[in-house]
């Protein structure tokens, strides 16, 4: 089966929740922050790719699916408060990895909203009303590990970026940190 953070993390959270979600197939309403999210990704992640900030957020309002509580004045300051360069790195980075070496391992995948060129670095753009730590979840930990796997490389500097606060949340995971994350996630995945 294959699993992303979200999914091992709900399932952590209220495996309730999953079963009614995964297992039954309930279709859970879109709420304001998934919304908000979805499209500020999109708008971000356009934006890096070139793309004026006018028409990213107006494509943001489109992913966000013209959400009621979703306006493009929120979108647009968010969006801007992104500390973006030309060429900073690969959005939306698709990746799906076996947790361990069994034929039978469950399959771990996951989008990375921004990876520098040289796979040293990774940010995830967040939304919330509240800031976090980047080590209180496993996360970015997870993601360093399928970097780490895809780049052959040892340390990745992991970012929680908060629009709202435009404060990040950073840290360098080693092996023993990107390790730790995929231990944690072969264990709930089983």
């Not at 709900?10 to 304001?32: D, M, N």
């Not at 006018?54 to 309002?61: H, I």
């Not at 995948?109 to 209180?136: A, C, E, F, H, M």
Request: proline share 4%; net charge negative; hydrophobic share 35%.
């Amino acid at each position: 089966m294959t699993y992303s953070f979200s999914r091992l993390n709900l399932y952590t959270a209220c495996p309730y929740r999953f079963f009614k979600k995964y297992i039954e197939g309930y279709e859970e309403p879109t709420t304001y922050p998934l919304a908000l999210g979805k499209g500020v990704h999109k708008a971000v992640e356009d934006k890096i790719n070139g793309v004026s900030h006018s028409e990213a957020v107006l494509n943001g309002m489109i992913e966000a699916e013209f959400h009621p509580e979703v306006t493009m004045d929120e979108m647009s300051k968010l969006v801007s408060h992104a500390p973006l360069t030309k060429d900073m790195g690969q959005t939306e980075i698709h990746f799906q990895l076996p947790l361990s070496d069994e034929d039978s391992a469950p399959m771990l995948q996951g989008y990375i909203d921004l990876v520098s060129p040289d796979g040293s670095k990774i940010v995830d753009w967040k939304t919330n009303r509240v800031r976090y730590d980047v080590r209180d979840n496993h996360q970015l930990g997870l993601y360093a590990w399928a970097v780490g796997q895809l780049k052959n490389i040892n340390t990745v500097e992991g970012s929680l970026y908060f629009l709202r606060f435009r404060r990040a949340s950073k840290y360098v995971f080693n092996q023993l940190d990107m390790e730790r994350a995929r231990r944690w996630a072969l264990s709930v995945a089983n």
